[in-house]
């Protein structure tokens, strides 16, 4: 009996990902991607949303047409984006933890060291902070 206990609550923890959710990101299909990743992301973009001063991008890779998305500072922003791809039944995800070169929208809404979690979702983007 206790074996089966320890299994459903491992279980139970294996499949709670994420954590609270903060924001869903509607992602335009007719927004441009912003000028300074055009280069890298113009041709592959399903969508573009904001996010609390960060910008979201909804992707297909044209490699193997599997679904991504990245989340990069806004506009006049440092930083390098972060993302990633789906693959097989997991959805795509990007991970950001704040910290104090964010945008000061996101660090007024979130304390430094936060963890975000970007999942995409159909035409949108699910917000989860942990």
């Known amino acids: ?19 609270r959710e903060v924001g869903v990101v509607a992602l335009d299909p007719d927004r441009a991607v912003p000028s300074r990743w055009d280069d890298w992301y113009r041709d592959a973009a399903t969508g573009v949303g904001d996010f609390r001063g960060l910008t ?9 047409d599997s679904r991504c998305v990245v989340v990069a500072s806004g506009p006049g922003r440092r930083g390098t984006p ?11 995800r990007a991970l950001v933890t704040v910290d104090d070169d964010m945008p000061a929208e996101l660090r007024d809404a979130f304390t ?14 699910r917000v989860a902070a942990g």
């Open 56 to 64: 979201v991008i909804g992707l297909e890779n044209p490699r193997d």
């Open 1 to 19: 009996m206790l074996v089966a206990v320890g299994a459903t609550v491992a279980l139970t923890s294996v499949l709670d990902i994420g954590g």
């Open 82 to 92: 972060t993302g990633g791809c789906g693959a097989g039944s997991f959805p795509a």
């Open 112 to 125: 430094e060291g936060t963890a975000l979690e970007f999942v995409l979702d159909g035409g949108s983007v």
